[in-house]
């Protein structure tokens, strides 16, 4: 089992920066790639950024230059730095885990407002 607890979700105005965390626990071993993704009422759950064991990362085209994700291996965490936010940035951010032999982890969510 990998359970996964975010935090660092706020309201900003547009052009302000927030850092979300991930800390993981439990069977991090198995866990290969984790990664952000986000979600407003009524649609699809969308990716953000993942990044791999390997360090390697992947962004969305819409947030590619303005958000870093990143891990912390000694603490078990993900962050996903946001700069220069839009208030179409705004949603509820979901930390995920791709984990081997098993399904997907997920996260509790945690909210971003952006303002204009």
């Known amino acids: 089992q990998v359970q996964l607890v975010e935090s660092g979700g706020g309201l900003v105005q547009a052009g302000g920066s927030l850092r979300l965390s991930c800390a993981a626990s439990g069977s991090i071993s198995s866990i290969y790639v984790m990664g952000w993704y986000r979600q407003a009422p009524g649609k699809q759950r969308e990716l953000v950024a993942l990044i791999a064991t390997s360090g390697s990362t992947n962004y969305a085209d819409s947030v590619k230059g303005r958000f870093t994700i990143s891990r912390d291996n000694t603490k078990n965490t993900v962050y996903l730095q946001m700069n220069s936010l839009k208030p179409e940035d705004t949603d509820v951010y979901y930390c995920?885990?791709?984990?081997?032999?098993?399904?997907?982890?997920w996260g509790q969510g945690t909210q971003v407002i952006v303002s204009s």
């Open positions: 995920n885990a791709l984990i081997a032999g098993r399904g997907p982890a």
